[in-house]
């Protein structure tokens, strides 16, 4: 057991003391690497360097970018260049539907507003038409029921016309006497002319 103890201890010393040579080593180093380094990257031999490996990453990521590109194309497979494309497509496509849809709108609007306007006027005009039918009709109703009463009562008429009473001779005789006012006792030289008279009188009655 106590064995066991001596070996883990020993092996945590030495793994301690591999860290703490390291981390010796690196401070020991590390100063002299960076004025190495800083001088390096000061020269122009480096900017050149690294000018010419861009240069180079370019060239080889334009490369491989054409080489994508033709092989996408053969294996008809569309590229970033082509989805960029329909969706540019899809949005136009989005702003003109949206366009049509807004006119669509307006004129729904203005359709609405002159269909109601004509529908109210089409109202009016049907109740006026209404009105108009209804007081003709009221009006021949009355005709028709004056009609069919002047038809009914015409014969009644006919049958009830009074009879013409023609009155008496001494009736008629007074008639002319009260016309040319006798008030004195008639001389004998006029009594023909009476008679004349009373004659005519009587004869237009019984006419």
């Known amino acids: 057991m106590s064995d066991g103890k ?10 301690d003391e591999f860290f703490s040579n390291l981390k010796k080593m690196y401070d020991k180093n590390e100063e002299p690497w960076t004025k190495m380094w800083d001088q390096v990257l ?11 490996f ?3 990453m370019m060239v080889v990521q334009e490369s491989m970018k054409k080489n994508a590109t033709d092989a996408l194309n053969v294996a008809q497979i569309p590229s970033k260049d082509d989805l960029a494309n329909v969706a540019k497509q899809i949005i136009a496509t989005e702003e003109k539907v949206d366009d049509v849809i807004f006119r ?12 109601v306007g004509e529908i109210n006027g089409l109202k009016k005009q049907v109740v006026d038409l209404q009105k108009t039918i209804d007081i003709m009709k009221d009006f021949l109703m009355k005709g028709k029921v ?4 002047a038809v009914q009562e015409k014969p009644a008429a006919i049958q009830e016309k009074p009879k013409r009473i023609r009155p008496s001779r001494k009736a008629a005789v007074a008639q002319v ?13 006029k009594e023909s002319v009476i008679n004349t008279a009373e004659a005519e009188a009587a004869t237009s009655v019984e006419d």
């Not at 001596?6 to 010393?13: H, I, N």
């Not at 000061?42 to 000018?51: S, V």
């Not at 669509?104 to 269909?115: F, K, S």
Request: hydrophobic share 35%.
């Open 54 to 56: 861009e240069r180079q």
């Open 146 to 149: 004056v009609a069919e009463t």
């Open 42 to 52: 000061k020269t122009e031999d480096y900017a050149n360097f690294q000018g010419l």
């Open 177 to 189: 006497q009260e016309v040319i006012k006798v008030e004195t006792p008639i001389a004998p030289a």
């Open 104 to 115: 669509m709108d307006d004129l729904t609007d203005m359709i609405n507003h002159a269909l």
């Open 6 to 15: 001596t070996k883990d201890a020993k092996k945590t010393e030495q793994v």
